[in-house]
């Protein structure tokens, strides 16, 4: 096993979990699109941007395209990248981690292998194999989103943390006992502890997290920054409002399928999103037709809270 990777500053605020423009009737990443994407997400203050996670419908995506995307990427970027790099095997993993670390990414951010169902031992066995073969090219944050892939459970986390090969944890189970176990170790041990479940990120910004990775807001930046700095400046009412408007947003976006309307929040606010990676039904197409005609109204609204 290497030694300690050397961290640059930490990932901390809000870190934007970016979808990724994907061309009509093709399979490839709209390249374009997601320069301009990035431009749009740095110029609203976004701390960071993740690119090509569950938001980013990676797994619809071939590695070279997510090399090419990422190399073009870092080199756009006026704001430090998280990139996705997991897979389904840890070669594959191993190989998009290099791509992104000398492309210049500021971490990676991986999670245990999808698809096939794995115990705590393999899991185990396949962060620290990764963690040799990539070294210290950048920061590693270990991923956990159970509603994507194999769950991993908190004590490994706590114990790969506490190894010294990974940078931090981005903790998207919603789980806030779990979140809490992980914020208690993080007190014990030098790794950073970022929260992924937005309907729990003021509970878990008190319990210490020092930031978020946010689909929320690839459409609505300004709502997670205003959130973060209330939260921050502890002005209790005004974080009560945000985080009522936030849920408002989870409410409609997580009863469509993964992607779907934060990219089309993201098209009304003139953001070239793509289109999914497959076909809404029917019933769905109708309801996303609804949700625009919320969204319409909810977001001058928003914007006006958003105001000091």
């Not at 169902?117 to 990539?134: E, M, P, Q």
Request: proline share 6%.
């Amino acid at each position: 096993m290497k030694g300690r990777p050397k961290l640059s500053a930490p990932l901390q605020g809000v870190i934007v979990a970016a979808v990724t423009p994907r061309r009509a009737e093709q399979h490839s990443i709209d390249l374009g699109a997601t320069l301009e994407l990035i431009d749009f997400l740095a110029s609203s203050g976004a701390h960071a941007i993740a690119l090509l996670g569950p938001a980013g419908e990676f797994v619809h995506f071939a590695l070279d395209d997510r090399r090419h995307m990422v190399t073009f990427a870092a080199k756009r970027s006026r704001v430090p990248l998280l990139i996705n790099v997991s897979h389904s095997t840890l070669d594959g993993a191993v190989e998009l981690a290099r791509e992104a670390a000398s492309a210049g990414a500021a971490a990676l951010l991986l999670m245990p292998p999808h698809y096939y169902r794995y115990g705590a031992d393999a899991i185990r066995t396949f962060y620290l194999a990764f963690a040799a073969a990539v070294g210290q090219a950048a920061p590693i944050y270990i991923g956990n989103a159970p509603r994507f892939t194999n769950e991993l459970p908190p004590a490994l986390a706590a114990e790969l943390l506490a190894s010294g090969f990974f940078a931090g944890i981005v903790d998207a189970s919603g789980d806030v006992d779990a979140f809490q176990f992980l914020a208690q170790r993080a007190g014990q041990t030098r790794f950073t502890l970022l929260g992924g479940e937005e309907r729990i990120y003021v509970a878990a910004r008190r319990m210490g997290a020092a930031g978020v990775v946010s689909s929320a807001a690839c459409p609505v930046p300004e709502l997670m920054l205003a959130l973060e700095t209330a939260i921050r400046e502890g002005v209790e009412e005004r974080v009560r409002r945000l985080e009522a408007r936030l849920i408002e947003f989870l409410d409609w976006i997580e009863s469509f399928p993964p992607a779907a309307a934060v990219k089309e929040a993201a098209k009304q606010r003139g953001v070239k999103a793509g289109v999914v990676g497959a076909p809404l039904g029917q019933q769905d197409d109708y309801r996303l037709g609804q949700f625009r005609e919320w969204f319409r109204t909810w977001l001058p609204a928003v914007l006006r809270d958003c105001q000091r």
